[in-house]
């Protein structure tokens, strides 16, 4: 009996969880496991070991006994304090203490920006394609995600027309990544300086994911939309040092809103978590505190990443057609030789024929299907055998 037939033949599951599917990203992770010597370029998470500084700061607070019991419920003030100073010099924003709360990555604030922000039926504005968590944290608040579609011609940049038609008498809020995943958009200033205006007329909440916030390249610069004075109470942001400082394990992340919202988010950050690991929010101190050299590492060895995929995907031009990330460490190329596939069916034919492991499009919407995402946090010689890989099996090589 599958998930489904359960759900359907029981009725002991909830309506809003039985109708969200199975999640591509962790089924392909699933298969891949099955299969000796994949070519993995299906997850979003860094091969890189976290920094030694920060492990040996975990360590540290360990051996000194600080890490056994819970921390305050918003976080250690000290880490709180370093958030704050950290989002006025890179973003722009004027924080305090008091209007941060670390979470458990980046993932459970953004649930508890969601809880907080809507009610059941509530509508939720998304680009598609999007990150397929975000479709669900919707779903599972019980309100309607509402995708509406990017412009996959100009880099899959914000639609603004089609996001004013899609505002409704029940739309609550605007939650989009940025850079994106799966895309690798970067929304720039002007046109989020757009998005506030939308959100100030029809008095949404805007909350975003700024887990990519420095993997930007060329001429391309992140842009914070809570530090616009005008959407102080107008914006929920999230953030996280899993991506930041290759701590994906790690489970730390953090969020910033007004103060007058904080006590509300925490209501549904306690439930969720009660407080993120003490023993992480020690390691995530240090990786403020500490040498910021290995961000920049990361930065440098991941545009040479995407070049190097950039640079084999334009060897394969009647295969895949794609638009050049701006930002982030995915990209979202379309299939155009799929022999009538689907994303899922050609991507389990990958992996299984071919031995390369990528993304179904259509786990990140509608829009997304005819697609796939690839990671590029990667060594380059992983890039360089998928993509040997893949020219054997479709004959170009």
Known sequence: MDETEFAAGQQLVSARVARIGKSAIHEMTRLAGMIEDVAFLSWAKPTSDTPEHIREAAVAAIR????????PTGGLPALREAIAEKLARDNGINATPEEIIVTVGAIEGLAAAIMAAVDPGDEVLLPSPTYSTHIRQVIMASAKPVLVPTLEERGFALDLDRMREAITPRTKAILYCSPSNPSGTVFGEETLRQVAAIAREHNLVVITDEAYEYFVYDDHRHFSIASLPEMRRHAISCFTFTKTYAMTGW????????????????????????????????????ALRGPQDCV???????????????????????????????GSYLMFPRILASGGEDSIAFCKRLLREAKVSATPGIAFGPTGESHLRLSFCVPLETIDLAFDRLEAYLGRA
């Not at 000194?64 to 921390?71: A, M």
């Not at 910033?256 to 023993?279: G, L, M, N, S």
């Open 64 to 71: 000194d006994g600080r890490v056994g019991g819970y921390s």
């Open 296 to 326: 920049a590492d990361f930065q440098a060895h991941y545009r040479k990443a995407r070049d190097r995929m950039c640079a084999r995907l334009d060897r394969l031009p009647d295969d895949f057609g794609y638009q050049r990330p701006g």
């Open 251 to 286: 489970r730390i992340g953090y969020l910033h809103a007004d103060a007058d919202w904080i006590p509300q988010i925490t209501k549904a950050h306690i439930p969720f978590a009660i407080c993120a690991p003490t023993v992480s929010q020690y390691a995530a101190l240090a």
